[in-house]
């Protein structure tokens, strides 16, 4: 079912605190709904809003990382592509930051 996709650990995180997020957010409404709120974004958003922008944000910080990962090898004179666990960091506190403060 899954073969279609290269299943690596960092994806396999990826996608596993993707589904967390998900579950937890859904228990947090049903428990405590949200109201909108102003924050450095240019619009209120509720939780939910800040979520699907963060993973949005997410998915493009890991997208750009793969797509430069080349690149940075040649202007970094690494021996070998950067380590997507880079992105996924990387991703996940831009996530939290834009949940926070969004």
């Given at each position: 079912m899954f073969r279609w996709m290269a299943w690596t650990t960092p994806v396999a995180v990826f996608f596993t605190c993707i589904v967390l997020m998900?579950?937890?957010?859904?228990?947090?409404?049903r428990k405590s709904p949200t109201t909108l709120r102003k924050g450095f974004l240019p619009l209120e958003t509720t939780r939910g809003d800040r979520l699907f922008i963060g993973l949005l944000t997410a998915a493009y910080i890991n997208l750009a990382f793969i797509g430069l990962s080349g690149k940075l090898m040649a202007w970094l004179s690494l021996g070998s592509e950067p380590s997507i666990w880079i992105s996924f960091v990387l991703s996940m506190l831009m996530l939290v930051l834009i949940m926070r403060r969004g």
């Open positions: 998900l579950v937890v957010m859904t228990v947090w409404e």
